[in-house]
């Protein structure tokens, strides 16, 4: 019995000296090495989920340049916090964001002002000097969780009012009314160096609610691109026009109202958006994109940031398409007044 515990302590004393042995082995001559600074702790896990990525090229030695994937954070664009506010409003189920820029304008000095939607009133009483406002609202009707992209209605209203002519009862002169329908995409690919925000496809109604000769109407397809970098934004907007029949007789309430409006009124938009400090510049230019026969429409606008909420704003226009009923007369306006905030 003696004999034989002495054998089991001299064997688990063997099997000790033989794996500290080993050990010591390995620590000498590591098999494979960790390079700390590649090695991935928390922090940098979780920011790998807030980050877009980019392919750089690596040298290996002794081998050919090796393409990966390394994380890139998203870089801030100008509509960066417009983005962030509309996700937030379309959480609330009793908010409406804005589509188009909204404004007044109690200073709106237009050379040619068309006077066929007003009764009794001719170029003797009509006032170059009116008031000019917007109202352009959207809600989604169904969008992705946590993301713009969706289905939604807009309704957009321009007025043209003659707030200065006492002789006249300051009537409204025209109003325009823009319902739209329409499915966004949006995203945060980079293309060229911008960031392409967003891709807009749907069916647009144009009309001055009038009847008989006062009437202008259109229905269009619009398909809409956006893109914008740190300072400014960009958009191409493109129009097919759905066909109506043509009037049998000018006051018969259906067909037609305006045959030749993508004439005047143009085919195609290009817009532009930049911020410089509390400055803002907005510029948009619609073209027929006629050789023959080429017309345009022009807006500048110039907005100085007044607070968090209201710009101050000065509007020009040159050209065609001022209003529905002046689609087909060349004007030049040009506007003072406020604005809510948009970018």
């Keep these: 019995m003696i004999m034989a515990r002495r054998n089991l302590h001299f064997t688990l004393l063997v099997l000790t000296l033989l794996f500290v042995s080993i050990n010591d082995s390995f620590a000498s001559q590591p098999f494979y090495s960790v390079d700390e600074s590649k090695t991935f702790n928390h922090d940098t896990t979780l920011n790998l989920l807030h980050t877009s990525y980019t392919i750089e090229s690596i040298q290996e030695p002794d081998n050919e340049p090796l393409e990966i994937i390394q994380p890139k954070p998203a870089e801030k664009t100008v509509l960066a916090n417009k983005i962030s506010s509309e996700k937030e409003a379309n959480e609330n189920l009793f908010s409406l964001s804005q589509h188009k820029t909204n404004y007044i304008l109690p200073l709106?000095?237009?050379?040619n002002p068309n006077t066929i939607t007003l009764d009794g009133v001719g170029e003797e009483n009509i006032e170059n000097l009116e008031a000019k406002y917007q109202v352009s609202i959207k809600t989604p009707l169904y969008v992705t969780k946590n993301d713009l992209t969706g289905v939604y209605f807009a309704f957009t209203a321009v007025s043209y009012w003659q707030l200065?002519?006492?002789?006249?009862?300051?009537?409204?002169?025209?109003?325009?009314?823009?319902?739209?329908?329409?499915?966004?995409?949006?995203?945060?690919?980079?293309?060229?160096?911008?960031?392409?925000?967003?891709?807009?496809?749907?069916?647009?109604?144009?009309?001055?609610?009038?009847?008989?000769?006062?009437?202008?109407?259109?229905?269009?397809?619009?398909?809409t691109a956006l893109f914008s970098d740190e300072s400014s934004a960009y958009y191409l907007k493109a129009w097919y026009r759905l066909p109506e029949d043509e009037k049998i007789d000018p006051l018969d309430p259906t067909g037609d109202d305006n045959p030749d409006i993508t004439d005047y009124y143009g085919k195609i938009e290009l817009g532009f958006a930049s911020k410089l400090g509390n400055f803002n510049v907005f510029s948009r230019i619609r073209n027929n994109l006629?050789?023959?026969?080429?017309?345009?429409?022009?807006?500048?606008?110039?907005?100085?940031?007044?607070?968090?909420?209201?710009?101050?704003?000065?509007?020009?226009?040159?050209?065609?398409g001022d209003s529905l009923i002046d689609y087909n007369r060349h004007q030049q306006r040009i506007s003072l007044g406020f604005k809510l905030r948009f970018i």
């Excluded at 709106?108 to 050379?111: C, E, L, R």
């Design 290 to 320: 006629s050789l023959s026969d080429n017309r345009s429409g022009i807006e500048l606008d110039f907005s100085y940031q007044l607070n968090d909420r209201y710009d101050l704003l000065i509007q020009y226009f040159n050209g065609y």
């Design 108 to 111: 709106s000095y237009v050379s």
């Design 164 to 223: 200065y002519s006492d002789e006249i009862s300051k009537p409204f002169r025209e109003t325009n009314y823009e319902p739209e329908l329409f499915y966004q995409f949006t995203s945060e690919y980079d293309v060229l160096g911008y960031q392409f925000n967003m891709f807009r496809i749907g069916i647009n109604h144009m009309s001055n609610g009038q009847n008989g000769l006062k009437s202008r109407s259109w229905n269009r397809i619009i398909a």
